[in-house]
């Protein structure tokens, strides 16, 4: 598609963009071909070998926890299940974002004023409580975390793209259609939906981070991800337990978790600045 | 000596010179226009001159401006010329003026950037300085916001705020372009008046506005100086061919219409149609469009005209289905179509074709050019596989005269006139009997106007399409139209065909607006102002005739009783005093 592949040709002007792409890009393909490499389990406990600060020569480069497993791998690990609740969430938000937003936009009036009463409505509800509780309750799941980090992150999509649409419509290019003569799924497919595409973007990159803050704050509350899987959030938890006598199961792990928010927040900053700059042009 | 002395002037951006060898003078006291087709480099002369020119550019040879050097000037001397000596009013005031602060108070900054401290002093000049430009109750606009302004007093606002700093020089660029005509004949005498103070340097595309308002001329072209002289001796001999064109590009007034066409056959007939906006806030009725007619033939072009906010374009938007009438009857070939757009049968909607005003907006940035002016085949005749539809593609293309390079182009690689043209080709494509063009050369410049009215007037001798032709300003129209509908408010004031009204208007509203056109002649160059004031808000419209506040022959009787649409002459007029007023 033209539109995708004008905003990466776009995307590659920015030099913060590419670093910061580069070094997540870098990050993930660490951590998939890491563990498969690495002569050691994620599961495997060792208990002549806790708490050991990270070497080279034993095999641990970023050491052993409290059971004795390695450190490196589950951390690895902890990154994939980082990244991949970061792209569901997105995901799903984007879907219904794009869905919901798209379509009171477009039919407008009555619709819309109901549709987005709705948004109103939901922001206000403490949603985050809301998620605890159902954890609590329920057995604790990862397609739980995923949808109810989804579902916060809607509302914003939703809004963003409902108010392009609404100023799309009203744009000329889509009445010169109308009175063409081309229908309205045709309208949508071909002129409202290309020209979102840009700003859907921008978001996600921006949404991301916020799903990943969100997974690690329930999983260093413990409401995350189950043992003996585990997450950024987790380890960071787990290491803050150990701080005294073993600070690098907090260190390293929390220097990701920070590294792989600041890269997406430059992303996404660095696309909202060049689509910006177009619309002043 | 003169006072500005530009020598040998160039600018370049990467490898691209957009100035180059430019030498002119302004002399104290003298004003100067400078034209040019637009891409030309009038803009970056300006900037140059200002000192406003972006980092990247290179700048070369000199400007010197009273013995100070500027081309390579510190900021500091910069500052210090732009605040005292030199002023600048631009095309979009909005873009000047600050949206979160009064206007006073932003004037108020100029004379304290001045030194002069007095509180009441300073905003008693400010509150004279409005009311020299003419902006109506200057105790109230003193604490208005930009937003709150018409484009029109906006312009004054910019002029007002250039004056106070008293400055030796006042460039203005395109100062009137975004603006109705009558509102233009104001601003150009406002100009005129404040000459006895600052040389002034006119840049425009325009000559007709050069014409009556400026002693000497410099024509340029492709960033290179094509002729310098005075504006009576340019006009009556240029010696550059490029000079002739413009000339020649500009519209006049004079001149034949077109004869009526042939045929009779009545294609399409609006009657009695009325247009309403609900205003949210206020639970009031806005009547943008009151019991407006229109008959249109096969091979007739009829002009609306008024100024902005007279309702043309809500007019034909209602006709088309686009927006809903409030009353009214829409006949295309003897039938009745039904209102809203959607509800009409696929042969009415081809039938029926608009070109906007704004080129660039009406193409989708999106697609490539080939690809919207295919779109209308893919409605209308689907049935054509790729070889016959990029033929018919092809073929649209010619018509408006592009070449098929473009194609593979988006809408932002194309000029004004390309893009227009493209969406002319996008109407024309599926061979429609009636093209509504909402000012669709109003963006456009001079000769790059007359090609697409040119491409309009042979499609119409080719295929007998009826054409309905918006415009804010009467010369435009003069050389295509058959038939004039002058609005006002809302309302028809005049309709008559369209060599009747240029050399005989019967209402005082378009005398008015055929005396504010500024025609290309510096022996009679137009422009003058039989009309004071701008368009009243239609939320509150005035009683009786519309038009009185305005009205210069209005009576007792004008303010009270609304003057009916009745034949007089040839026309059709809505005045009271047609038939006595020698207009
Ligand atoms: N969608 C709308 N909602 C409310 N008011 C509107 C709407 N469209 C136009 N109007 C108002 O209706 C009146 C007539 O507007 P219209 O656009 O038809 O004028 P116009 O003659 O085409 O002006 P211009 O020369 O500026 O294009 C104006 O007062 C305008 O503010
Ligand atoms: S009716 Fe009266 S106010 Fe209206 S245009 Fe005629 S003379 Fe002027
Ligand atoms: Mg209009």
């Not at chain 2, 900037?47 to 390579?72: H, N, Q, R, W, Y």
Request: charged fraction near 20%; hydrophobic fraction near 45%.
């Amino acid at each position: 598609m033209s539109a995708v592949a004008r905003i990466w040709a776009r995307m590659r002007t920015s030099k913060t963009v590419v670093a910061s792409g580069g070094i997540l890009f870098a990050i993930a393909l660490v951590s998939i071909i890491g563990p498969w490499i690495s002569p050691n389990e994620y599961l495997t406990t060792n208990f002549d070998n806790i708490l050991r600060a990270p070497t080279a020569s034993a095999g641990h480069v970023f050491g052993t926890d409290d059971l004795g497993r390695d450190l490196f791998v589950r951390t690895m690990m902890g990154v994939q299940v980082t990244f991949v609740v970061a792209i569901v969430a997105s995901v799903v938000s984007l879907l219904i974002g794009v869905l919901y937003g798209a379509t009171a936009g477009f039919i407008g009036g009555r619709v819309d004023a109901v549709m987005m009463r709705l948004v109103d409505t939901l922001y206000a509800t403490p949603f985050i409580f809301f998620v605890i509780l159902l954890l609590v309750v329920f057995e604790r799941n990862l397609l739980l975390m995923f949808v109810a980090i989804g579902a916060i992150n809607w509302l914003d999509m939703a809004r963003i793209v409902r108010g392009q649409t609404l100023s799309l419509r009203e744009r000329e290019f889509v009445q010169a259609a109308q009175l063409i003569g081309v229908s309205t799924p045709r309208i949508i497919f071909r002129h409202i939906a290309p020209n979102l595409v840009g700003i859907v973007i921008v978001y996600v990159t921006l949404t991301i981070p916020q799903a990943i803050l969100i997974e690690s704050f329930l999983s260093f509350l413990g409401l995350g991800v189950q043992e003996p899987q585990t997450s950024l959030g987790k380890l960071v938890n787990d290491g803050t337990k150990q701080m005294e006598g073993a600070s690098w199961m907090l260190l390293i792990p929390g220097v990701l978790l920070a590294a792989i928010l600041l890269c997406f927040n430059f992303v996404g900053d660095g696309m909202r600045d060049l689509f910006d700059s177009r619309r002043s042009q | 000596m003169s006072l500005l002395d530009v020598n040998g002037l160039g600018v370049r951006y990467a490898d691209k010179d957009v100035v180059s060898g430019l030498s002119f003078g302004v002399g104290s006291g003298e004003s100067v226009g400078l034209v040019g087709e637009s891409g030309s480099g009038k803009t970056q002369t300006a900037l140059a001159i200002m000192g406003l020119l972006p980092g990247k550019a290179a700048i070369s040879g000199s400007i010197d401006f009273a013995g100070t050097e500027i081309v390579g000037a510190s900021e500091r001397q910069l500052n210090t010329l732009r605040a005292e000596r030199i002023g600048m009013v631009f095309q979009d005031p909005m873009q000047a003026l600050n949206p979160y602060v009064p206007i006073g108070k932003q004037l108020r900054r100029v004379l304290l950037r001045h030194g002069i401290s007095d509180g009441r002093e300073v905003d008693q000049r400010v509150m004279h300085m409005l009311d020299r430009v003419g902006l109506p109750d200057p105790a109230r606009q003193f604490r208005a916001y930009a937003h709150q302004l018409s484009g029109g007093m906006r312009q004054r606002v910019m002029i007002a705020s250039a004056l106070l700093a008293q400055p030796d020089l006042l460039i203005a660029d395109e100062p009137t372009t975004a603006l109705d005509v009558t509102v233009q004949a104001q601003i150009l005498e406002l100009l005129e008046r404040i000459r006895e103070e600052t040389a002034l340097l006119l840049i425009t595309h325009d000559l007709g506005i050069i014409a009556g308002h400026c002693e000497r001329l410099v024509v340029i072209e492709a960033g290179r100086l094509v002729e310098e002289g005075p504006t009576r001796k340019l006009f009556s001999e240029p010696r550059a061919s490029h000079t002739r064109k413009l000339i020649d590009a500009a519209p006049r007034l004079d001149g034949d219409s077109p004869p009526a066409p042939e045929s009779a056959e009545l294609v399409l007939e609006a009657d009695n149609v009325s247009v309403s906006y609900a205003e949210r806030n206020e639970r009031l009725q806005l009547h943008a469009v009151m019991d407006l007619d229109l008959q249109l033939q096969a091979g007739e072009t009829v002009a609306v005209v008024g100024e902005s906010g007279s309702g043309k374009s809500s007019f034909v938007r209602a006709v088309l289905g686009l927006v809903p009438m409030r009353a009214g009857r829409v006949t295309f070939c003897g039938q009745e179509v039904a209102g809203p757009l959607q509800a009409r049968s696929i042969e009415t909607r081809r039938d029926l074709q608009l070109v906007f005003q704004d080129p660039a907006g009406s193409l989708n940035p999106q697609l490539r050019i080939e690809r919207i002016i295919a779109e209308p085949l893919t409605v209308h005749a689907p049935e054509l596989d790729a070889k016959a539809r990029s033929e018919r593609v092809a073929d649209a293309l010619q018509r408006v005269g592009l070449d098929e390079d473009l194609l593979g182009r988006f809408p932002h690689q194309l000029s004004g006139g390309q893009a227009q043209r493209v969406a002319i080709a996008r109407a024309l494509i599926v061979n429609p009997r009636v093209l509504v063009c909402d000012e669709a050369v109003a963006a456009l410049d001079g000769s790059v106007r007359q090609q697409v009215l040119n491409l309009l007037h042979r499609e119409q001798q080719a295929t007998g399409l009826a054409i309905v032709f918006i415009s804010h300003d009467l010369a435009v129209v003069r050389s295509i139209s058959h038939r004039v509908m002058v609005l006002y408010l809302g309302r028809l004031v005049e309709l008559a065909d369209g060599a009747g009204i240029f050399r005989h208007p019967r209402h005082p509203y378009t005398r008015a607006l055929l005396d504010a056109v500024p025609v290309p002649d510096p022996l009679a160059p137009g422009g003058r102002l039989s009309i004071s004031g701008e368009v009243p808000s239609i939320i509150d419209p005035p009683s009786g005739c519309a038009f009185h506040p305005r009205c210069r022959y209005a009576e007792q009787r004008c303010r009270v009783e609304l003057p009916l649409v009745r034949p007089v002459g040839e026309a059709r007029v809505a005045c009271h005093r047609a038939e006595e007023l020698e207009l």
